[in-house]
């Protein structure tokens, strides 16, 4: 997929799930329980165990039917290693430029994190697509609406405190899309194997960002 297709994609589903899943076969049924609720943007973090595995395997089963990520990225060896296994975008936590440098040069689409504007609009000078704003429970959506003050042109996604109560405040603010971990996907579900709430909280949020934008449009 070429990365203006990722970032086009990333814009039109408007919510990314952040599995930080307890192991590879129940990381594979968590995803499949967002799937069945209508979640098809899925970032598999380096803290999951054999996360490249997992991700060679969700492009296997899944193919083009999900926009498949790695995030958590933290080591030098790793947007290599994301992209062979069939990742589509690349996510950091923060904003090191060596990193960001190496996640630039294999092509895919970046989100670089950062959180004081320094770091959004170093990120954004250092080749990233668009901004993680993390942890976006620290700040809050009036946090992106003044950060779009002074970066009007610089695409944000928050991570972190996202939820279905604020999910429309978020986008009120100007993001593009918004990236739900805990709150979307509780490892304690996936653990007790109580997949269907993941398929319930799933459904529900992508109901919540529908809403949010028909708000932003009217």
């Not at 901004?131 to 620290?138: A, N, R, Y």
């Not at 194997?193 to 934008?213: L, M």
Request: charged content about 20%; some cysteine.
């Amino acid at each position: 997929m070429r990365k203006d297709e990722t970032l086009r994609k990333v814009r039109e589903l408007g919510l990314l799930a952040v599995i930080r899943g307890p192991s590879p076969d129940v990381t594979m049924q968590m995803v499949e329980a967002l799937i069945a609720g209508g979640v098809l943007g899925i970032e598999v973090t380096y803290s999951t165990p054999n996360a490249s595995d997992v991700v060679r395997r969700l492009k296997e089963k899944y193919g083009s039917q999900i926009l498949l990520g790695m995030g958590t990225l933290t080591e030098r060896n790793q947007p290599e290693e994301a992209m062979a296994a069939g990742a589509n975008f690349l996510v950091s936590p923060h904003c090191d430029p060596d990193l960001t440098e190496r996640m630039v040069a294999t092509g895919l689409v970046v989100m670089a994190g950062a959180l004081t504007p320094t770091e959004v609009l170093q990120a954004h000078r250092l080749g990233s697509d668009v901004v993680k704003i993390f942890p976006g429970s620290l700040v809050g959506p009036g946090y992106i609406k003044a950060l779009h003050g002074p970066f009007p042109h610089i695409p944000m996604i928050p991570t972190g405190g996202v939820s279905l109560a604020n999910v429309k405040d978020w986008f009120a603010a100007g993001v593009i899309a918004v990236g739900a971990g805990s709150e979307l996907c509780p490892a304690r579900s996936a653990i007790e194997g109580r997949f269907s709430e993941i398929t319930e909280n799933a459904t529900a949020f992508c109901e919540a960002v529908k809403d949010a934008r028909r708000k932003q449009q009217s």
